[in-house]
């Protein structure tokens, strides 16, 4: 699963996510465009938005106000991203933070990659 947009993941958004895969990241970390933020249930990549907080209204609806249940992130070492990366990705290690990325960070110039 690919991130859509750069920001703050939202704990809602990963909540209704979570059906689709496991994350590599939890509520309030910075992710950004084209990073690879969990792994889809499928082989195939998917685009998401986790960035998507819940929109606010005045209007109160009786039981739709549940609490987000957000599922551990899964944690690897250094080996284990090494070895889960595919051909078409990088492990990207700072000071802070290790994450996972696609080599193209745009999803349609990496769809046009691909066609070709």
């Not at 195939?44 to 606010?56: A, G, P, R, Y």
């Not at 933070?97 to 999803?107: A, F, G, Q, T, Y």
Request: net charge negative; aromatic share 6%.
């Amino acid at each position: 699963m690919i991130a859509m947009e750069t920001g703050t993941a939202f704990a809602y958004s990963i909540d209704k996510l979570q059906d689709r895969g496991k994350f590599f990241i939890e509520p309030g970390e910075e992710v950004y465009y084209g990073q690879i933020v969990g792994e889809h249930v499928h082989d195939n990549d998917l685009v998401i938005n986790v960035t998507k907080s819940k929109q606010l209204t005045n209007v109160r609806a009786s039981g739709s106000d549940d609490k987000a249940r957000v599922i551990p992130k899964v944690i690897m070492s250094l080996e284990e991203a090494l070895e889960y990366i595919k051909g078409d990705e990088f492990v990207e290690v700072t000071p802070q933070n290790m994450r996972i990325r696609k080599m193209i960070l745009d999803h349609n110039e990496r769809k046009r990659q691909n066609k070709e």
